[in-house]
């Protein structure tokens, strides 16, 4: 019988460190990227008229009013996420634009975005909420500002 193990039992044995703060960060740059994307999109590229129209489209009420308000809590909200700063409200605030796309567009459509349903809106709205839980961790602006009161 060999008492020599493989790589692979090696490397199956080797613990490796686990960091909330480090896990929160990744989670906070990768959320923060996709709402700046489409906040971005929506007030640049289709700007306020267009993204209103879509909406309109879409069937969401006051399509008006909501598409900035949207366009903005997307792109302003992704932006303090990224770098954690006033991250619970503003993580409150994406979870609440999410959950009403969910249930307004995307919910009659099913589970995947190829077909428009909910796949892309509930991971963010899920994302949104763990940070609005957990708060942004050690690595963000709101610790930074937290440490020196």
């Known amino acids: 019988m060999s008492t020599t193990t493989s790589p692979v039992e090696r490397a199956a044995r080797v613990q490796l460190p686990t960091s909330p703060a480090i896990g929160l960060l990744v989670l906070r740059l990768a959320l923060g990227a996709v709402l700046i994307a489409h ?4 007030i640049f590229f289709y700007g306020f008229a267009g993204t209103s129209a879509s909406f309109a489209q879409m069937g969401v ?18 932006i303090a996420i990224a ?4 991250t ?3 993580a409150v605030l994406v979870a609440v634009d999410m959950v009403a796309a969910a ?15 909910i796949e892309l809106v509930l991971l963010l709205a899920g994302g949104a909420l763990a940070l609005a839980a957990t708060g942004a ?8 500002l937290a440490s020196r009161r």
């Open 39 to 42: 906040g971005a999109q929506k």
């Open 61 to 78: 009420p006051l399509a008006e009013l909501a598409a900035p308000v949207v366009a903005i809590v997307e792109l302003i909200g992704g």
């Open 83 to 86: 770098l954690g700063i006033l």
């Open 88 to 90: 619970r409200p503003a």
């Open 103 to 117: 249930l307004l567009v995307h919910a009659p459509f099913g589970m995947f975005i190829e077909d428009g349903g």
């Open 137 to 144: 961790g050690r690595f963000s602006l709101d610790a930074l």
